[in-house]
Nanobody
Framework: QVQLSESGGGLVQAGGSLRLSCTAS????????MGWYRRAPGKERELVAT???????RYGESVEGRFTISRDNPKNTVYLQMDSLKPEDTAIYYC????????????WGQGTQVTVSS
């Protein structure tokens, strides 16, 4: 089992910044993909950003150039630096930690609320 602990959400004005963190603990293996997804009210869950153990990052179109994902492998922690926030970034942000090679697993965090006021 893997547990994910998220932090860093909150309320910020448009144009501001927030930093999310997610730490994986328990039976954590190397060679994983960690990332963030979000779900806004009335919308489907969408990709925000992911990063592999080797540091390869991928971003959703709506956040490209404003958000930066990074990870600290020894700490099993992924970070999401969110700059130039917009009201449409308001959502619950979920951390994901998965492994696509044996042993395969896929875990999600409980979510953290990000609210951007105009």
């Amino acid at each position: 089992q893997v547990q994910l602990s998220e932090s860093g959400g909150g309320l910020v004005q448009a144009g501001g910044s927030l930093r999310l963190s997610c730490t994986a603990s328990g039976s954590v293996f190397s060679n994983t993909v960690m990332g963030w997804y979000r779900r806004a009210p009335g919308k489907e869950r969408e990709l925000v950003a992911t990063i592999t153990s080797g540091g390869t990052a991928r971003y959703g179109e709506s956040v490209e150039g404003r958000f930066t994902i990074s990870r600290d492998n020894p700490k099993n922690t992924v970070y999401l630096q969110m700059d130039s926030l917009k009201p449409e970034d308001t959502a619950i942000y979920y951390c994901r930690h998965r492994r696509v090679v044996t042993p395969i697993y896929d875990y999600w965090g409980q979510g953290t609320q990000v609210t951007v006021s105009s």
